[in-house]
T-cell receptor, first 110, second 114 residues
Framework: EAQVTQNPRYLITVTGKKLTVTCSQN?????MSWYRQDPGLGLRQIYY???????DKGDVPEGYKVSRKEKRNFPLILESPSPNQTSLYFC?????????FGPGTRLLVL | GENVEQHPSTLSVQEGDSAVIKCTYS??????FPWYKQELGKRPQLIIDIRSNVGEKKDQRIAVTLNKTAKHFSLHITETQPEDSAVYFC?????????????FGKGTSLLVTP
């Protein structure tokens, strides 16, 4: 089954404790993205990747890092999380313009 | 960069009525305009899209229209049903082959009451 998976689905952490949210797709898509969704602000792109070892900033990249060492995986790294990064995060892979979203990761930073 | 405005932010209609959601964009180079539906607690999913060489596209009860001159596009849902209740997002991008520069509107929360 073609899908995008994310882990964990829910995470509660404390300020400053590094965390990684994994994202994996099995559709062999070259393009992948990370979004955050906040009430009233819609979906905002954090980072995107056009292919292996090619990443670039989206609209709200501050406080985040990504890596793309292999085509299927695109982890999101928060080196020192802060409360303003409390949000719902979606990973997506793209084919011919269509974004296929993962199930989402709800993060709470205390 | 591209700026996508979406209206209204909330919309309530009676079952069977039509619903219209409108979006405007700023980048005249944008050529791909998808619409996503997000049900409560779920991920956004593509429901319909339109490319700039087409003025209108229809799929059963949903349709999208595009006016490139005015830089706006709209989602039309006819004969609404309670299961149409969700948040709808429009988006625009100048690069339809990648989607990596997809710019989303802030969303419209649609409620269809029986």
């Amino acid at each position: 089954e073609a899908q995008v998976t994310q882990n964990p689905r829910y995470l509660i952490t404390v300020t400053g404790k590094k965390l990684t949210v994994t994202c994996s797709q099995n559709m062999n898509h070259e393009y992948m993205s990370w979004y955050r969704q906040d009430p009233g602000l819609g979906l905002r792109q954090i980072y995107y990747s056009m292919n292996v070892e090619v990443t670039d900033k989206g609209d709200v990249p501050e406080g985040y890092k990504v890596s793309r060492k292999e085509k299927r995986n695109f982890p999101l790294i928060l080196e020192s999380p802060s409360p303003n990064q409390t949000s719902l995060y979606f990973c997506a892979s793209t084919n011919n313009g269509t974004q296929y979203f993962g199930p989402g990761t709800r993060l709470l930073v205390l | 960069g591209e700026n996508v405005e979406q209206h209204p932010s909330t919309l309530s209609v009676q079952e069977g009525d039509s619903a219209v959601i409108k979006c405007t964009y700023s980048d005249s180079a944008s050529n791909y305009f998808p619409w996503y539906k997000q049900e409560l607690g779920k991920r956004p999913q593509l429901i319909i899209d339109i490319r700039s060489n087409v003025g209108e596209k229809k799929d059963q009860r949903i349709a999208v229209t595009l006016n490139k001159t005015a830089k706006h596009f709209s989602l039309h849902i006819t004969e609404t049903q309670p299961e149409d209740s969700a948040v709808y997002f429009c988006a625009a991008t100048p690069n339809s082959n990648s989607g990596y520069a997809l710019n989303f509107g802030k969303g419209t929360s649609l409620l269809v009451t029986p």
